[in-house]
Nanobody
């Protein structure tokens, strides 16, 4: 089992940058692909970015590559999501997720583990 705790959310201004962190704990964290999803008010949860267990491969949701960067620090069991040039439409609850397979994580299969979420509010 793996447990996930997000941090770094808050109220920011349009055009700012923000880095979210997800601290993972558990015996086999290094075996897990990790990722970020977000859920905006009134919308379904959507995939943002994912990274495989070794950190050698990343993937991003549609139209998000460029402003979003996912990375992981295996020594610290932490995955990060940096968001540049924040827009009002980035306002959402951001969830960290983990799965033994990156494809399975993207598909949110039953084996996906979830954090509690962190709120990001982009104010103009």
């Amino acid at each position: 089992q793996v447990q996930l705790v997000e941090s770094g959310g808050g109220v920011v201004q349009v055009g700012d940058s923000l880095r979210l962190a997800c601290a993972a704990s558990g015996r086999t964290v290094s075996d897990y692909a990790m990722g970020w999803f977000r859920q905006a008010p009134g919308k379904e949860r959507a995939f943002v970015a994912g990274i495989n267990a070794s950190g050698s491969s990343t993937i991003y949701g549609d139209s998000l590559k460029g402003r979003f960067t996912i990375s992981r620090d295996s020594a610290q069991n932490t995955v990060y999501l940096r968001i540049n040039r924040l827009k009002s439409e980035d306002t959402a609850v951001y969830y960290c997720a983990a799965n033994l397979g990156l494809g399975r994580l993207i598909n949110e299969d039953a084996g996906t583990k979830w954090g509690q979420g962190t709120q990001v509010t982009v104010s103009s």
